[in-house]
């Protein structure tokens, strides 16, 4: 099970609470940004967590080379394997993801699972994901004996898409929050039915669907001033199902006065934000009195014992804001999460 680095704790509390495994996930060999998890239950069950980024089924296999993978007992334990990712979720492609995919034994192997199951191989943009790699290293039976030959692994997605890719993104909006950044920070923040919950710079509107995919609120709310974003936000709460338990409004998130004149007078009791940072969306020369103007509105917004969850690429401007407004808020976490070439912090804050 992969997930983005930084996120171990959030992901793996995460496996405990919704496949119950008996034993507690470990780290897969070798890599820092994934769990291996022995699930007994439906494979199904996988389908619903929300912070990893992908799940694959991993099969050992005893070989010295992947050309062994295309015949009996070996082939057939991979076909039976593809057959229950196609149970959970139904592709019609399929690729390899490994070193010499384009060589005569994948061709062979590729033609052998053709024939088994139906599905077309496309070496691109095949669905199905069979990744072959290289097994762990074994530890030899005893010292000065050579090691035993590691074998292969074939490590076979489940479902067609990863995790991260949710179904409800209709519209995609430039540099919208990451899926499975915005579903832990909503488990940081904590899910209970009885909150208020407000989202400020709501964006396209990733953290309001995941929050409310999460869970009932007793109310929901968006603001942004980009008019583009809050379409693409309604887009894709109606896409979740969730867009009749939100409201969202084209109003300053800076300025209280008026997002309590467009959202109501009661405060909220958790307040998601995901300010620009300078890329795409606002300017990194004014993004500090931004973040800063953004913590007093929150306070300013919020109920005595809320939280504000809030992830920003502006880490150095965020240190010297939280210090200033240490009277507003009190850090409770901060996390670094590592996302496709950037470092983005996630600040759990209490309300002072």
Partial sequence: MTFLGGLDDVVRDEIAEVLQPRRAPVRAPGRDDAWLVEHAGALSDVRRLRTAVAVFEVLDFDVPRPRSLASGEHLRRLVDAAYRSLRVAGSSTFRFEAAGSDSAAFARLAQEVRTATGLLHDPEHGELVLRVRRGPARPAARRGAEAPDPGWQVLVRTGPRPLSARPWRVADYPGALNATIAAAMVRLGGVAEGDRVLNLMCGSGTLLVERLLAGPAAAAAGVDLDETALEAARANLEAAGVHRRARLQAVDATDAEAVRAAVGEEPFDLVLADPPWGTLHGEHATN???HAALLRSARALT?????????????RAMARVLDAAASLWRPRSELRVFAKGHHPR???????
């Fill in 346 to 352: 996630v600040h759990v804050l209490d309300r002072v």
């Fill in 288 to 290: 500090e009195a931004l």
């Fill in 303 to 315: 109920a005595p014992g809320g939280r504000l969850v809030l992830v920003t690429h502006e880490v």
